[in-house]
């Protein structure tokens, strides 16, 4: 008797422990709070980044998460910038919130564009070179300033001309919950 008493006991407290166990609702948002940053320079595929829960998550009037929660999220995409163009980006997703496995949408940072710098930098030496060579030689000279001072701009845009992307330490982002486990 003692026996079917210890089974019945055991079985309860495992069905009350599967009760109170919480899966987070799809559709939710997490905002969290970013430990560490994060740059398209450094960062790779698949790195594992951590956070903090910033706000509860409630469904049907009843907290699932409490704000303060670990987050761990990956770099799901790493675009490393280009010189000339290719702005740097990436992309991160949600794996966990509190020890449990969820699913989320992404989250896509992007560098500046280069184009207006690039732009700035090429047109402003080839201005400044058809000034120079109109003074010194003319209508040629002009012309080939000008063709020279692009090439310099051109040269000056691509020894400064990557954009990186940086999501620094304590950012906040949000992502929507598309499923858990």
Do not use: C, D
């Amino acid at each position: 008797m003692r026996f079917k008493r210890s089974i019945v006991f055991a079985l309860l407290l495992a069905l009350a422990s599967g009760a109170g166990a919480t899966t987070i609702p799809a559709g939710s948002h997490a905002t969290i709070r970013l430990n560490t940053s994060l740059s398209s320079a450094t960062a790779h595929t698949g790195e594992v980044w951590s956070g903090t829960l910033t706000h509860e998550i409630v469904e049907h009037g009843k907290v699932v998460v409490h704000a303060g929660a670990p987050v761990k999220g990956k770099v799901t995409y790493v675009n490393r910038s280009g010189r000339l163009h290719k702005p740097g980006a990436l992309t991160l997703r949600l794996t966990s919130i509190n020890g449990e496995t969820v699913y989320s949408s992404r989250v896509t940072r992007q560098g500046k564009s280069h184009t207006k710098s690039n732009a700035t930098k090429i047109g402003g030496g080839a201005g400044a070179g058809a000034l120079i060579g109109a003074v010194a030689g003319g209508g040629k000279g002009a012309a080939i300033g000008a063709g020279a001072g692009a090439a310099a701009g051109t040269g000056v845009a691509a020894a400064t001309g990557k954009q990186e992307v940086r999501i620094p330490a304590e950012s906040v982002l949000t992502f929507t919950i598309t499923g858990s486990k």
